[in-house]
């Protein structure tokens, strides 16, 4: 599909923008955590205020302000105070009036200003490890193809013959050609190499090794299937190569972590892209100790623009145990709660794998089908009983923590709910806003329940659209019937649930504004017609506040953030043209030209940095995508899944 052409915007001035802001940082920026009081000056101020403590240090006008809230009419103006805040939001004529000396002031040309996205559910951490590797993009291949492929990235790194690991990732295990064909060992095994080779499924659920790679980790016919994972065996019972979530760690705990100042710099990286993307809240969906003491650098070296809101990883056999999950959170958020920037109380936890044939380790109410429409035998994998995931969540909420589960198929889903509800009627806690994840398939029965427990529903809409993961590598395996509750978003909001969105990325692309578009049109840049449009589509401005507002809400920060409102931290982003009524189909190609959080310039498109960070998320935009996520490093986690 071609990309709609760029409007012609002059640049931005630039004039005092960073002096007049002060000398907050950006991790000073990320610093602010208390909502604004009485003393913000109000947006009707007289005239005369235009002292340098009531002048404003940024003013942005002539913009399309889109507020998040329904009080303000269409304000065409913002003012941000020297304290980080919304100072000001009005029409021109008004909130120029905090204009003094040394403000800037920005002509936004007609483009929208609005709260910076809040991304509910990522894995940008990953996404960090990932870069430094050779990735496959996902593609479909030929079983010579692939090889001729890896055969090049073995050159690109012959200094690492014999015994050195190659590591590729964004392998697409529904992609190698003809249809059918399965991975095996064998197929890697003739590659002119005696190095271990792991290829990371895309979607995060399935690792492919070759048997060098087998004999490091003792995998053989013998070894048992771990708790939460599966090994692959042939027919003979012998190990064909392919490990599928909890599975999978078998084989990458062997693969040697990356230098820390190596991934570090790489980090540093993914959170610029995100930046400038428009990102200014995030929720790392799978957090250990190696990640932490990553945000711990970067955060010490001033390099981390963003909030973070890391969600500590419960394993399942720890979930059985919830006083020991409680005090491994505990232990985590001690050891690092001065870290700036990084703000503790959600845990994550996996309740099954993912729908897609071939790994199907999503736990459905019915059984697969077939490939001719049969019922099979398997329902998928639940690997979190409903009365275990109900007794850990009381015990994490009687202490204030927020639950954030993996859930697509529509028993993980029906199973989160009723751990949620056993919560509620153990500790009658309602605040906390216990989340759901995915939700690729919802039960109709279960919609309601959403709004009655509380429950966020933290969807990835770009995923709801018609291609090879929906259609061909799904459809034929739960039918018709099953297949129209893909993502019901429109069905969850009128029946009264809180909706919130996250990208799972790296398991996509990070393409936010193409996610936004998505969940309107139900399309998005690549679909091949809709998916159930006219059903689960939502309206453009229910698409921006589930990532605004509707993200914020879910992590407990809409105090501070969300909406554009006086005394309300600046997380802004301001965009190249009017996301509320421009072409639908146009919100894919928006750029980001600023990027502010609590006033602070993270992202100016203008400058050489905002220009390169700019410039890898569109060649990142330019390859295809898979449809969920598990990160695997060495032993952390392997079901992160779209997750």
């Given amino acids: 599909m071609s990309q709609p052409s760029q409007p012609s915007v002059p640049p931005l001035s630039r004039r005092g923008l960073l002096t007049a802001a002060g000398a907050a940082t950006a991790a000073g920026a990320v610093g602010l955590v208390a909502a604004a009081g009485p003393a913000a000056a109000s947006a009707s101020a007289p005239a ?91 593609a479909e291949q030929t079983v010579e193809e692939l090889r001729k492929t890896l055969t ?25 050609l003809p249809r059918g064909t399965a991975p095996h060992h064998s197929l890697l095994d003739a590659l002119p190499t005696r190095r271990p080779i792991a290829l990371r499924g895309g979607d995060g659920h399935n690792l492919w090794a070759n048997q060098r790679a087998l004999d490091i980790a003792k995998i053989t016919a013998a070894t048992p299937d771990p708790v939460g994972g599966t090994i692959v065996r042939g027919a003979d019972g012998e190990p064909t190569g392919v490990l599928k979530d909890d599975a999978q760690p078998l084989v990458s705990r062997h693969i040697p972590e990356p230098d820390a100042t190596r991934l570090a710099d790489a980090a540093a990286k993914i959170f610029a892209e995100a930046a400038a993307s428009g990102i200014t809240t995030f929720m790392e969906a799978v957090v250990g100790r190696d990640e932490l003491k990553v945000y711990q650098r970067l955060a010490e070296s001033g390099r981390l623009p963003q909030r973070i809101v890391p969600a500590l990883r419960i394993g399942t056999e720890l979930t059985k145990d919830p006083a020991a999950a409680l005090a491994y959170a505990k232990e985590l958020r001690a050891d690092f709660k001065d870290v700036r920037g990084l703000r503790f109380g959600t845990v994550k936890v996996f309740l099954d794998g993912v729908i897609e044939y071939p790994a199907q380790t999503a736990a459905l109410l019915a059984p697969y089908l077939d490939e001719d429409g049969r019922p099979t035998g398997h329902r998928g994998d639940l690997y979190v009983s409903s009365a275990d995931y109900g007794r850990l969540s009381a015990a994490f909420n009687a202490e204030g923590w927020q639950m954030h589960a993996h859930a697509i198929g529509d028993r993980a889903v029906r199973t989160s709910l009723d751990g949620y509800a056993y919560a509620l009627r153990k500790t009658g806690r309602r605040d906390l806003r216990n989340t759901t994840a995915h939700l690729q398939l919802v039960d109709p029965a279960d919609l309601p329940r959403f709004a009655a427990l509380g429950v966020v529903a933290c969807m990835q809409l770009q995923w709801a659209t018609r291609n090879i993961w929906t259609m061909d590598a799904l459809r034929p395996y739960i039918g018709a019937a099953r297949h129209r509750w893909l993502y019901p978003a429109r069905s969850l909001r009128e029946r009264g649930a809180a909706l919130a969105g996250g990208s799972d990325w790296p398991v996509d692309p990070l393409q936010v504004w193409n996610q936004i578009r998505t969940a309107t049109d139900r399309e998005g840049m690549e679909g091949e017609g809709d998916l159930y449009r006219a059903q689960e589509g939502i309206s453009r401005t229910s698409a921006l506040l589930m990532h605004t507002l509707g993200t914020a809400r879910q992590l407990r920060s809409d105090h501070l953030t969300g909406t554009v409102e006086r005394g309300k931290a600046a997380d802004l982003v301001l965009l190249d043209r009017d996301v509320t009524r421009c072409p639908v189909a146009d919100i894919s190609s928006v750029d980001v030209r600023m990027t502010l959080v609590g006033g602070t310039v993270v992202h100016d498109a203008q400058s050489s940095a905002g220009r390169a960070a700019a410039a890898r998320v569109t060649r990142a935009a330019a390859g295809p995508r898979p449809t969920s996520y598990a990160s695997v490093h060495g032993g952390r986690h392997a079901s992160c899944g779209c997750g």
């Fill in 48 to 138: 005369s205020v235009s002292s340098r403590r009531r002048s404003a240090a940024l003013v942005v006008h002539n913009a399309r302000v889109f507020t998040g809230t329904s009080g303000h009419g269409r304000p065409d103006a913002v003012a941000v105070g020297r304290d980080g805040r919304v100072l000001a939001v009005g029409t021109d004529a008004v909130v120029k009036r905090f204009a003094g000396r040394d403000t800037e002031v920005v002509d936004a040309r007609g483009g929208t200003l609005m709260s910076g996205v809040h991304d509910g559910h990522a894995h940008p951490m990953d996404a960090a490890n990932r870069s430094l590797r050779p990735s496959l993009a996902s």
């Fill in 152 to 176: 090049g990235f073995l050159a690109d790194s012959a200094e690492q013959e014999p015994d050195g690991w190659l590591v590729v990732e964004d392998w697409n295990p529904v992609g190698l």
